[in-house]
């Protein structure tokens, strides 16, 4: 085996009481392919900066190969020194570099270079920073949330360059299939310590439920002998003194192993606030067209949204997609045709902007309001500190100002916002940013479960193929057209992958047209499509057969 570029051994860090690492290790070699997966603030953000240099470890050591060459990629990049992202990637390029791969890296992720650092959109900031990261050539990338706010085209150009070189890879990622295409190994990071398997992330949720489902057994087993012991004490202390005491102690260690054992994070309880059903037609939209500029945005667009549908709307950043919303849930007048909306509707919305999130604001006064300690949520009063357990925060977490959250926690709280409302229409704009997989898992069977009718766009393919009826793409020109199935069903009917409005540099084309669909994690359960399909075979079958 080839000797670690980068090596973690027994990292220990602390926040404040509890300890965020208490043995953590992590082990790359030359062009290997690492998932580093955990719940939202298991300190994975921490272990990458750990390992970059940034964060210093209360315990344990960190070697990097001399001469290795090591790129991060942090959630949140600081630009403060720059002025345009030519300039920001240049000072991330050795003075023995080509200082033409700063331009030549910026263009193939669509930018020119000459854009205003200060007023950078969260899809561009993500694109200037991973130019910087991608531009030296680095022999270890490690990279947060490589994805977040990339529309569906960078993504799967990003898949398609990191898969081409032979740079070694350590990725935080929620989106599945990112990580089911590239990673090789996965790293599990659970109450401070890692565990590894060497296969890629598309085994890991397998896995992770074998040995939860271990430890579980181990702790019933623990439980039932702590029971036994303890019985003993009462009524069976007949032996000799020095093995009674032997005995005590050994229940006393069973004890403290009992006490000190820190279970697993139980899942998020998400429920949305129902409203009394829509009607039947929920938007009827007719020749639609909205123009900025001069520039065509939407030209001449058509659909009939139905009660129970579940659509999802992708394309590049900038092709549209929140104008198009806006259009269709009449928060913006079209220049030409008409918007009917059907009885009834309540509508409850997820905006993509969370850093538009007053910092000083603390967690409880943001779901309340500011005002009192309850949340109505389905009509009825419920505490804040219930409702914010129910999204996986504690209660200490009460009295936190925003700006303090995690990005995941970020993520959560705007869900708990969002879904306190009641409604029968739910418009999600990027709904999985930050959050972590079990999280997903719980955000995706309540939209599978929702009474009412979502519409939803996001970069997130593995998430639009479990839970949509129908997807809207952008064809260019301002022309939109619907398909129906998930995203990989709109490709296999388009032929063709989403590409960038000309005018924006396109991804080169590879001999590697497009990345491999993963298979699915191998938990499988039906999908809202697979339960739509299969409530309807009946009929649709009398149909045909009449026809």
């Known amino acids: 085996m080839a000797p670690p570029l980068l090596q973690l051994k027994d990292?220990?860090?602390?926040?404040?009481?509890t300890p965020?690492?208490?043995?953590?290790e992590l082990s790359v070699s030359t062009g290997e392919r690492v998932s580093l997966v955990g719940r939202n603030g298991s300190g994975k953000s921490t272990l990458l900066k750990i390992a970059a240099g940034l964060v210093e470890p209360d315990r344990g050591t960190v070697f990097v190969q001399p001469g290795a060459l090591v790129r991060y990629l942090p959630q949140e990049p600081d630009f403060s020194r720059h002025a345009t992202?030519?300039?920001y990637v240049e000072a991330g390029l050795?003075?023995?570099d080509d200082s033409h791969a700063a331009r030549f890296m910026l263009e193939q992720l669509g930018l020119t270079g000459a854009e205003d650092l200060a007023h950078l959109s969260g899809g561009e900031a993500r694109r200037a920073s991973l130019a910087r990261v991608l531009a030296p050539q680095p022999d270890i990338l490690l990279l947060d949330e490589p994805t977040n706010h990339l529309d569906l085209t960078t993504i799967e150009w990003l898949e398609r360059e990191l898969d081409g070189r032979r740079t070694a890879l350590v990725i935080i990622s929620h989106d599945r299939r990112f990580l089911s295409t590239l990673s090789r190994s996965t790293v599990w990071l659970d109450r401070g310590t890692t565990r590894r398997i060497e296969r890629g992330f598309g085994h890991f949720e397998e896995w992770r439920d074998m040995l939860l489902a271990e430890e579980e057994r181990e702790q019933h087993k623990l439980d039932r002998k702590i029971v036994a012991e303890e019985h003993w004490m009462r009524y069976g202390v007949t032996g000799r003194r020095k093995r009674n005491m032997r005995r005590v102690g050994e229940l006393q260690a069973l004890r403290e192993a009992r006490r000190t054992h820190r279970a697993a994070a139980g899942n998020a309880t998400i429920t949305a606030g129902s409203a009394s059903p829509s009607g039947a037609l929920v938007i009827e939209a007719k020749g639609i067209g909205?123009?900025?500029?001069?520039?065509?945005?939407?030209?001449?667009?058509?659909?009939r949204i139905q009660r129970g549908d579940r659509i999802g709307i992708v394309g590049p950043n900038g092709s549209g997609k929140t104008t198009l919303v806006g259009l269709l849930t009449g928060a913006l007048p079209p220049d030409s045709g008409t918007v009917r909306l059907g009885s009834n509707l309540a509508v409850a919305t997820l905006d993509q902007h969370r850093d538009s999130l007053d910092p000083e604001v603390t967690v409880a006064e943001a779901l309340t309001g500011g005002h009192g300690d309850t949340v109505m949520v389905n009509g009825a009063p419920k505490h804040v500190v219930g409702y914010m357990r129910d999204f996986l925060f504690s209660s200490e977490q009460a009295r936190t100002p925003l700006g303090k959250l995690s990005g995941g926690e970020r993520g959560r709280l705007t869900l708990a916002q969002a879904l306190a409302k009641p409604s029968n229409l739910l418009v999600l704009d990027e709904p999985t940013n930050d959050l972590d997989m079990e999280t997903l898992d719980v955000l995706e069977d309540m939209l599978g479960d929702y009474p009412g009718t979502v519409m939803l766009i996001s970069h997130d393919r593995d998430f639009l193929d479990r839970l949509v009826s129908g997807v809207i793409v952008p064809e260019g020109a301002g022309r939109w057209s619907e398909y129906a199935g998930g995203y990989s069903d709109m490709l296999a009917q388009r032929g063709a992958d989403l590409t960038r409005e000309r005018g924006k540099a396109e991804p080169p084309k590879t001999a590697k047209a497009a990345a491999p669909i993963a298979p699915r994690a191998a938990k499988q359960r039906m999908t809202f499509k697979d339960k739509h399909a299969l409530g309807t075979l009946p009929m649709t079958i009398i149909a045909l057969q009449a026809e």
Do not use: E, M, N, Q
């Not at 965020?20 to 953590?24: E, M």
């Open 11 to 17: 990292i220990a860090l602390t926040f404040g009481g």
């Open 20 to 24: 965020l690492l208490t043995g953590a």
């Open 85 to 87: 992202t030519l300039a």
């Open 94 to 96: 050795r003075p023995t």
């Open 290 to 303: 909205k123009s900025y500029g001069g520039r065509s945005i939407v030209s001449d667009f058509s659909i």
